[in-house]
Nanobody
């Protein structure tokens, strides 16, 4: 059972990157998928997530309008398309899964990133100014 994140790299501000999260040993579509990031010296934060039940998607305020989460069930892979990147997006990005019964949103409609328990290794995204 493994999650493998890839696609990070160095990009200029206002550029784009697509991160991939490939699952092996289990069927990714049966789980919620989340993307997280951790910048140097900062706590890990949730970026986006998508539901196993209905494919609904949720974004942190920092990602709204710029990032898009998606899945390709045939490839057992999830993606995070990032555009209009900013230097403050520089971080190690991780994908993770949560069980399908996990809560997706909290009061106020904000995504719930607390129940992700299976993690891949990170991929570094560096955005230069």
């Amino acid at each position: 059972v493994q999650l493998q994140a890839s696609g990070g790299g160095l990009v200029q501000a206002r550029g784009s990157l697509r991160l991939s999260c490939a699952a092996s040993g289990f069927t990714l579509e049966n789980y919620h998928v989340g993307w997280f990031r951790q910048a140097p010296g900062k706590a890990r934060e949730g970026v986006s997530c998508t539901s196993a039940k209905d494919g609904s998607t949720y974004y942190a305020d920092s990602a709204k309008g710029r990032f898009t989460i998606s899945r390709d069930n045939a490839k057992n892979t999830a993606y995070l398309q990032m555009s209009s990147l900013k230097p403050e997006d520089t971080a190690v990005y991780y994908c993770a899964t949560a069980p399908p019964w996990a809560r997706m949103v909290v009061d106020g409609g904000h995504p719930d990133f607390t129940e992700y328990d299976q993690w891949g290794q990170g991929t570094l995204v560096t955005v230069s100014s």
